[in-house]
């Protein structure tokens, strides 16, 4: 069944991730904010469980393990997690509760019963392949002497190209997902269809680059308070913080921190930032971040006002067109993609790293949360999350659909997003 192979490759990805952490290394939290590497080992089959088969009225194989791996913990300003290790249970029992959990929902996929089964499957699948990314980013922070070998890599040796803007037309742009209308699967936030005009504005070709971002670095824009939020200001000082996060300063020189290692700087990368060193920057050019609907526009609209399912047509997307579905550990430089481009031209739209805007995450009009998982979405509309669209290298495939839309905090450092400016 095409579910369960669905299912079977993503457990593939993320079974991968826990392998490349050594033994000794699976109670670390590289994260402060977040849970241990070991919460995850169960979380994803816990969630899996509660979802598919304790609503069928199946016996629990560990009660406390169906809650206690539950739910995960969204990134805070305030207290940190102080659990010990010890607190957690025995990697050896934990696996033990994951095969008989993934053997009871493979009976479950094979006794498909309902469109609701089909929608609990769905989030079943793109649930794991989201954590696929996370847990990549978790395990970014990881020491290298905690992994499993990988190649470090090498930076792009060509330099980074021309800074230039492209102007975007007045158009209209279709956000999120028909649910009358449109047989694909889409979270509960990807829902009501509805349109929005956009007026004219121009908006960079290419990601910003570490290259670009040095000059603002390197013009003081960590000391320079007019650029930044308040809270981003109050983030920077309090925390001594002086550049982007994956970037290291060793005698004078720059370094950039990948999976496995690090490497000269490349300037031709994008630069992954939080949101709120991906505004600073934008106020320090005279420009700013563009919005949802302005990324819409620039990545799937066109000059005949037709929409595309992907920035460059309707072809499903392969290696040809950008750096995604788990193919690299690392960026690309920004215009190693040509074939990526937009109707309008503007590159690496979609992959290589998700993309900040400046839209907060608030429900589309006419939203309705899924009645078996009402928080996924509804949680996060407090006001403090950003929408970021497109995908990283660690995005799977399917997540590169036009309405998919990803969120996380403006102080969150540790995400594999970059940014474009847009001047309206």
């Known amino acids: 069944m095409l579910f369960l192979q669905r299912l079977a490759n993503a457990r593939l990805i993320t079974d991968g991730l ?10 670390s939290r590289p994260i402060p904010e977040r849970h241990r590497i070991i919460f995850y080992l169960g979380h994803l089959e816990t969630f899996d469980w509660n979802l598919i088969c304790r609503d069928r009225g199946m016996d629990s194989f560990n009660a406390e393990f169906d809650r206690l791996f539950a739910f995960g913990i969204d990134p805070t300003d305030g207290a940190l997690p102080d659990d010990q290790p010890g607190d957690w249970p025995a990697e050896s029992d934990i696996r033990q509760y994951n095969r008989r959990v993934r053997d ?30 996370t847990l990549a980013y978790m395990l970014h ?43 694909s699967f889409g979270w509960d936030n990807e829902y009501k269809a509805h349109t929005v005009r956009v007026p004219a504005f121009s908006i960079d070709v290419f990601s910003v680059t570490n290259h670009e971002y040095l000059k603002f670095l390197e013009a003081g824009g960590y000391q320079t308070q007019e650029f930044w939020s308040d ?36 300037l ?7 949101h709120a060193e991906a505004e600073a920057y934008a106020r320090w050019a005279g420009k700013s971040l563009p919005t949802e609907a302005q990324f819409h526009r620039a990545a799937y609209g066109s000059p005949d006002e037709a929409e595309r399912l992907y920035p460059w047509g309707s072809t499903p997307p392969d290696a ?16 190693a993609y040509p074939g990526g481009a937009s109707a309008f031209g503007v590159a690496e739209l979609v992959g290589n790293g998700y993309e900040w805007t400046s839209t907060l995450f608030k429900p589309f009009p006419g939203f309705k949360p899924f009645p078996f998982y009402p928080g996924y979405s509804a949680n996060f509309f407090d006001g403090n999350h950003y929408v970021m669209k497109g995908g990283s290298p660690r995005t799977a495939a399917v997540l590169l659909r036009r309405s998919f839309r990803n969120w996380f905090q403006p102080l969150y450092p540790y995400v594999y997003a970059k940014f474009r400016c847009v001047e309206n």
Not at 104 to 133: G, N, P, Q, T, Y
């Open 231 to 266: 809270s981003g200001w109050n983030w920077i000082s309090s925390s001594n913080i002086g550049h982007p996060r994956f970037w290291r300063r060793r005698d004078g020189e720059w370094f950039y921190r990948t999976m496995f290692g690090e490497i000269p700087l490349p």
């Open 141 to 183: 922070w990881l020491p290298a002497r905690d992994k499993s070998a990988g190649s470090v890599g090498a930076g792009t040796a060509h330099p980074p190209p021309a800074r230039r803007s492209i102007e975007i037309p007045a158009g209209e742009v279709t956000l999120g997902l028909d649910a009358d209308g449109d047989p």
């Open 18 to 27: 826990f392998d490349l952490v050594r033994p000794e290394a699976r109670y």
């Open 320 to 335: 040809s067109r950008g750096n995604f579905n788990f193919t690299s550990w690392a960026p690309a430089a920004v215009d």
């Open 268 to 274: 031709a990368w994008p630069v992954y930032v939080s």
């Open 104 to 133: 009871a929902v493979d009976r479950c996929v094979r006794e498909l019963r309902s469109d609701e089964d089909r929608l609990r499957f769905h989030v079943a699948i793109e649930h794991r392949l989201m954590h696929a990314e």
